[in-house]
């Protein structure tokens, strides 16, 4: 059985599996307060985006993890005026560097630093490490490794990333955190208005 109903370029037409809501070049508008919802329950907040920050420098060989002087992006600096968060509904949340997913779901999780050396470093690497037991055991679900050379007597710079794909059955149980590690001490940069090195949150679908 088909029904269709044609006025002014509005298309409904169950067809099998198949429905097709308005046509091509259409705006199909869901009114204010309304939402929409699934047949498993869920609706648009399903979906999440979110994006965290070093806000200063970080001079290490070695964090495991990344613990302190985070904060969920807000601005650009001199571009205070338009936010930079890019938050889409309730994003996550942080505790000593450990970060908790707010709903079950598969995330994608990625991870930039900018980092400096007045040496030779053989390895600077970025971890993101999961554990699926409350923290009791972490794993690296991702690793990415770099080198610098010292090229220039100030420092020489590099930029290094990774990412992974997070099954998050339990909010409780599967958690993340950051690391990072480098042959000596380097400078990992941090900034309350720049994304030196960030932390980005995206759930794209439910477990």
Not at 51 to 72: G, I, M, Q
Not at 135 to 145: D, E, Q, R, V
Request: charged share 20%; net charge negative.
């Amino acid at each position: 059985m088909s029904v269709e109903i044609d006025g002014v370029n509005n298309i409904i037409k169950p067809d099998g599996s198949a429905m097709t809501i308005g046509a091509s070049g259409d705006t199909v508008t869901v009114a204010s307060g309304a939402k929409i919802a699934f047949a498993d329950g869920g609706d648009v907040s399903r979906f999440m985006v979110d994006r965290w920050r070093l806000t200063t420098n970080l001079s290490t060989s070695d964090a495991e993890p990344v613990s302190s002087n985070l904060e969920r992006i807000d601005d650009y600096g001199s571009d205070s005026s338009v936010a930079g968060n890019a938050l889409v509904n309730a994003g996550m949340t942080e505790s000593s560097g450990v970060f908790t997913f707010p709903a079950t779901g598969k995330y994608h999780v990625e991870f930039i630093a900018n980092a400096s050396s007045t040496s030779d470093e053989r390895y600077v690497g970025l971890f993101i490490q999961e554990t699926i037991n409350g923290g009791t055991n972490w794993y690296s679900a991702c690793t990415a490794y770099s080198s610098i050379e010292d090229a220039h007597s100030s420092g020489t710079w590099m930029t290094i990333y990774t990412d992974c794909y997070i099954d998050v059955t339990n909010t409780s149980n599967v958690k993340v955190r950051f690391n990072v590690n480098a042959e000596t001490t380097s400078t990992f940069y941090g900034d309350t208005a720049r994304d030196y090195m960030a932390m980005t949150f995206t759930r794209i679908g439910d477990t």
